[in-house]
Structures are given as C-alpha cells and as structure tokens.
C-alpha cells in the first residue's frame, strides 16, 4: 500500500469517475486504475463499483482513512518548516456567515501580519454544512453554532451573544424596545428548521415557558434569515451581530426577555494534531475574538484557552 493508491481513491471518490479523477491528478486512466487495483488486492475487497464509479461500503471506509492521512503529511511538512520558524502551508477554516462577517476580516489581517506564508482558504456555510466537512477532513478548523454533540470533535468555545427579534416597521413587534418569549408564540417569525442547535434551544426555552413557535418560514441560515426580516418578509429571532446596531433600514432590533444567548465555539477534529498553520490560524481565532468582541453590541466573550 502506498500513497498513490491511496490518492487515486480519493480522486476518484471526489470526481465521480477514474477518467475525471486522471484528469485531475494530471496522469493517465490507466495509472488511476493500476493503483486502485493493486490496493483492492492488498485489502482483499472491490472499493469502486465499475458499472457506476461508485465506492463501495469498504472504499468509504477507506477513503475516510486516506483523507486523513494525507491531511497528515501535509502537516508533518508544514510542522519541520515551523521548527525553522517559518509557519507555512495552506489552511482550511470554515465559519458561519453571522460570524464571519465581522470575525473573518480580522483574523485574515491578523495571519497575514503574522505570518504572511500561510494561505488560508475560508469557507462560509451553516454549521450543518461544515461538521460535516470538517468530520471529512475537508476543513481544519470551523466556527459553528454550539452545541455540536459528536464525539470525533473538540470545541473551543469563543463567545456568547444575545438573540433578538428583528420585525420590519409596520410589525406588531416592531418599534419596542423588548418583549416576552411568551408573546412571541402570536406571532409567525422566521426561523431556522428543527434540528439545527440555534433553532432547537430556541424550543427548548419556549417550551419551558409554556409557548410554542410558529414558523413563517423555516430556512436554515442565520445571515439569510436576517435578510429576509431586513427586507420585510417577517419578523425574526436572530443572533445579535446578525443585525448589528450601525446597520440601518426599515425594521427594529427588539430585546427577547427570558430567553438563553446563543454561544460560539471553534472546533477541530479530536484525532491527530493540528499543523503549525492550523495552530497558528487558531490562536489568530482566539485573540481576535478576545480583541473585538467586547466592543461588539450584545456579544460577550468567554475567557480566552490557549491553543495546546
């Protein structure tokens, strides 16, 4: 077994095809299918159905393995160049939009103030877009919405913030300054599907207060559900630094009493070790979180963990 086995694979689970996955490797179809065939000998199972260029059962499993073995010796590399001090090599962090807008910019100037040979690639989704990357090896780091409840996972948490509703002038909720979560249940808001954590606490608070939630809309994405409410399609719970207070328009920031802040974290997969620019992109994490989030409107950081 070797690492062109392993990477032709991987190619051909990303591209769908060994024609594709030779295109993509720059070689030949005959090469891919030489070391996907050497390596089902090695394992004694077939991991790519011919007729349709799927994996099979064992060439997931074995392709899970492959990727983070080749996330491995990405890092090993970028780990000698940083015992010369010199922190390089390219780094995956995902973040979800509500974030990644103000956190994003600052972490980016940081890293390339820092060090300026780190190429990092960011990735903005929702957080049940990114566990999954980032369980995939797809990315090193991810900012999401806690909690994430897996196992295979280490969360830093960054940060809590405040949730509150934003209702577009003209709405019953708009133009007070708070309101009950009991009064929410008379009202349809758009609101994040169930199942994702933000959406689920949402329930959770509610039914302790003896009040059920009633959609206008179910739309899994924090940033696009406060643009809805921005542009009047309904009212909204958000998180604070969704609609922050230098954004102007038609609509109201109104404070929710009696319902719990929607928390941050950072989080990375708990087998193997970060690389120097994966530690070095988390650290920038951390501190700018520490550096800015105090002087954010309803965000309130937790104390700073350092990277180990």
Excluded at 46 to 56: A, C, F, H, I
Excluded at 143 to 156: A, G, K, M, R
Excluded at 228 to 241: C, K, V, Y
């Amino acid at each position: 077994m070797d690492l062109r086995q392993l990477a032709a694979l991987v190619g051909v689970a990303e591209t769908g095809s060994f024609s594709a996955a030779a295109r993509a490797m720059h070689t030949v179809q005959s090469n891919v299918s030489t070391h996907i065939a050497r390596l089902e000998r090695e394992l004694g199972v077939s991991l790519v159905d011919r007729t349709t260029g799927t994996l099979t059962p064992e060439g997931q499993v074995v392709v899970r393995r492959a990727r983070h073995i080749q996330v491995e010796i990405e890092a090993l590399a970028t780990d000698v160049a940083a015992v010369r001090d010199e922190v390089a090599g390219d780094v995956r962090i995902g973040c979800i939009g509500t974030v990644s807008r103000w956190l994003v910019p600052l972490v980016l100037e940081r890293i390339m103030a820092e060090h300026p040979k780190i190429h990092v690639v960011v990735v903005d989704a929702t957080t049940t877009s990114l566990v999954p990357q980032l369980l995939a090896d797809r990315l090193d780091l991810a900012v999401v919405n806690l909690p994430v409840n897996d196992p295979e996972l280490v969360i830093d948490p960054l940060f809590e913030e405040d949730r509150l509703v934003v209702a577009p002038h003209g709405h019953p909720l708009a133009g007070r300054g708070s309101v009950r979560l009991e009064e929410l249940g008379e009202h349809e808001l758009l609101l994040e599907p169930k199942g994702t954590s933000f959406r689920d606490e949402l329930d959770t608070d509610a039914t302790a207060a003896g009040v059920t939630l009633r959609p206008r809309a179910e739309v899994d994405g924090l940033r696009l559900i406060a643009t809805l409410a921005f542009q009047g399609f309904g009212a909204a719970i958000i998180p604070a630094t969704a609609a922050p207070p230098s954004l102007e328009g038609s609509w109201d920031r109104v404070r929710v009493e009696g319902i719990a802040r929607r928390s941050v974290g950072l989080a990375r997969q708990r087998r193997g070790l970060l690389s120097a620019p994966a530690r070095a992109l988390r650290e920038a994490v951390q501190q700018s979180v520490q550096d800015e989030a105090p002087g954010l409107d309803g965000v309130h950081p937790y104390e700073a963990r350092l990277p180990t």
